[in-house]
């Protein structure tokens, strides 16, 4: 998962595209970039690492324009470490075009393959935005017959990449001198939000102000009036002019978001379809304390303390529904990243004890029940068993606020391997013993998508991490043992 911004406005961007890249960090730190459009001219600075080292007085004063987009990412395919991978991407035909994509593309052997035999296009790097990318310029480019370009024209081009595409994409892309388009995959996987700044609300400007971004918090923050989500198969396509232009590309678009951007990736204080992610956080946590009551017994939890701080809800809920004590036992360096989303296992052992310190006095001799919001590898769960072992506690009792992670997944997140997950394979006390916890407690699917779903109009989630059913319908086991080998080699 990354986390992505594209804006439009009456005045120089630069500045509001950083300060929404800041509120994105948590959804990447391998790398970020800017690109500003200044009439036609694109300036781009992309850097490694997080945003608040990447960008220099000089770098802003370098970002022109009053459109630009921004990218904060962490790898799901392609190199980490290499910079050629760093968006945004960049293709000079037709026009100009620079896109930042969210999402993972699940047919990039068959894209490979057509746009090199057919399209003639050279891809420079192993990146599927890059795919994306030169999907779209080529489409658009076949839209052509003279040098205009209406937003028909960049509708239609929308449609054959969605015919083309196969995986989630919540892409926004800058088109030179002629404005910014985004759009989302048909399942609406991956988020994306539309916010405005009217013209009634800026003195001396005769256009609306327009965001797009992947989560709502940026809108917000920003001043920016949430308008709605950008909705599964939707193109929007705001022109020089500043006028926002909307049509559906997609045949039978259905909106299926994943679930662990409610139950992980996305900001408490953001909302995704409708829903609230900080209070789909409590439901899981009620639910997940009816799941306790039914397998713990009274005087087996003294205590109940979360993983800060996604975890924080779920924990302070079931803590409250069962009328167990609550308490901050962990406590967390903030500036050291986060374990999930930092590459390699050595890297993640050393870091979860930069990250977090355990409090003596509320582990000492109590029996302690830890909530977290999930368990991918169990590494990072093992450890913060032996930390609390090692201040004091009598017992250790875990639980997750999400059911156990079996299966690979393909649409955006780093789960790409099943000898990674700790819970292939293997039943609820195996994992127990694995993490070295005295017992251990899942929330169960049905309470996990009852709990995110409940009053909102979202009929279906994106599951398959947790139940191996992929909602694209083209994800087959040959694809995740190729993905799997090619991870592995």
């Known amino acids: 998962m990354c986390g992505i911004v594209g804006v439009s406005a009456a005045s120089p961007v630069n500045q509001l595209v950083y300060d929404s890249l800041l509120l994105l960090q948590h959804r990447g730190q391998d790398s970020t970039g800017i690109v500003t459009d200044d009439g ?35 790898a799901t395919r392609g190199s980490a470490a290499s910079e050629q991978e760093t968006q945004p991407f960049y293709v000079n035909a037709p026009y100009g075009i620079v896109l930042v994509h969210n999402g993972n593309l699940t047919n990039t052997r068959e894209l490979n393959a057509d746009l090199y035999n057919i399209d003639r296009r050279h891809l420079n790097s192993d990146s599927d935005t890059e795919l994306l990318l030169n999907v779209l310029a ?28 196969e995986g989630s994409y919540a892409a926004i892309a800058l088109i030179a001198g002629r404005g910014l388009l985004a759009f989302r995959d048909p399942f609406g996987i991956r988020p994306l939000t539309l916010g405005r700044r009217s013209s009634d609300q800026l003195p001396g400007v005769s256009r609306d102000e327009w965001m797009i971004a992947s989560e709502s918090l940026v809108l917000e923050s920003n001043g920016y009036e949430y308008v709605r989500d950008i909705a599964p198969g939707e193109a929007a396509f705001i022109d020089v002019e500043g006028t926002l232009h909307l049509e559906q590309c997609a045949v039978a678009p259905r909106l299926v978001p994943c679930s662990f951007e409610y139950v992980y990736l996305a900001r408490p204080d953001s909302t995704m379809s409708g829903i609230s992610v900080y209070d789909a956080r409590l439901r899981l ?8 009551a039914r397998y713990a017994t009274d005087g087996d939890i003294d205590v109940v303390m979360p993983i800060p701080d996604s975890a924080r809800p779920s924990a302070m809920q079931l803590a409250q529904k069962l009328g167990i004590t609550y308490r901050e036992g962990f406590y967390k360096n903030r500036y050291v990243g986060r374990t999930f989303i930092m590459p390699g296992q050595a890297v993640r052992k050393r870091s979860v004890r930069q990250k977090l310190n355990a409090l003596g006095t509320e582990f000492r001799g109590k029996n302690v029940l830890i909530v977290d919001d999930s368990i991918v590898r169990g590494t990072t769960s093992a450890q913060i068993v032996d930390m609390a072992r090692n201040a004091g506690a009598n017992k250790v009792l875990f639980a997750s606020a999400a059911p156990p992670v079996r299966h690979p997944h393909v649409y955006g997140i780093n789960m790409p391997t099943r000898r990674e997950l700790v ?11 694995e993490i070295g916890a005295d017992a251990l407690l899942y929330q169960e699917v049905a309470d996990m998508e009852a709990a995110i779903l409940e009053g909102s109009d979202v009929d279906g989630l994106e599951m398959s991490c947790f139940t191996g ?3 694209t319908g083209t994800v087959t086991p040959e694809y995740l043992e190729w993905v799997e080998a090619n991870q592995l080699s």
């Open 40 to 74: 036609g001219s694109f300036h781009s600075v992309k850097a490694r690492g997080q945003v608040r080292e990447a960008y220099r007085t000089r770098d802003m004063r370098s970002l022109l324009g009053n459109t630009g987009l921004g990218h904060v990412r962490y």
């Open 138 to 165: 080529n489409e658009l480019q076949a839209q052509l017959s003279g040098t205009e370009l209406d937003p028909d024209q960049v509708f239609t081009a929308v449609r054959r990449v969605h015919e083309r595409v």
């Open 285 to 292: 946590g009620a639910r997940l304390a009816d799941t306790v």
């Open 423 to 433: 819970a292939a394979g293997r039943r609820i006390p195996e994992i127990a013993r």
């Open 469 to 471: 059913d992929y909602v």
